[in-house]
Nanobody, 115 residues
Framework: QVQLVESGGGSVQPGGSLRLSCAAS????????MRWYRQNPGKQRELVAG????????NYADSVKGRFTISRDNAKNTVYLQMNSLKPEDTAVYYC????????WGQGTQVTVSS
């Protein structure tokens, strides 16, 4: 059974940091490009960051460049999103996404940035 399980969300003050994790199982993780998306109620899901299957290529939304870092550990079947200098506008539900021959979504983890 395919699973993507996000963790690490929570509440943080502006300027703070969080590290999201997404643990994958049920598919060949090392063959899949991985992405983080986020979404707020009533808005479209937006791409935050992506990383290639071997980890050699990454890309970021302009709004998070220089603050967020995506990484992966294929030995642990896990992708990470390190989020620094968080802003209130980063508040959203963050989703993990895997894509190769098929695509899979995680259930999401809430990130709230507020003073």
């Amino acid at each position: 059974q395919v699973q993507l399980v996000e963790s690490g969300g929570g509440s943080v003050q502006p300027g703070g940091s969080l590290r999201l994790s997404c643990a994958a199982s049920g598919f060949t993780f090392g063959s899949y490009d991985m992405r983080w998306y986020r979404q707020n109620p009533g808005k479209q899901r937006e791409l935050v960051a992506g990383i290639s299957s071997a980890g050699g290529s990454t890309n970021y939304a302009d709004s998070v460049k220089g603050r967020f870092t995506i990484s992966r550990d294929n030995a642990k079947n896990t992708v990470y999103l390190q989020m620094n200098s968080l802003k209130p506008e980063d508040t959203a539900v963050y989703y993990c996404y895997a894509r190769f021959r098929r695509f899979y979504w995680g259930q999401g983890t809430q990130v709230t940035v507020s003073s």
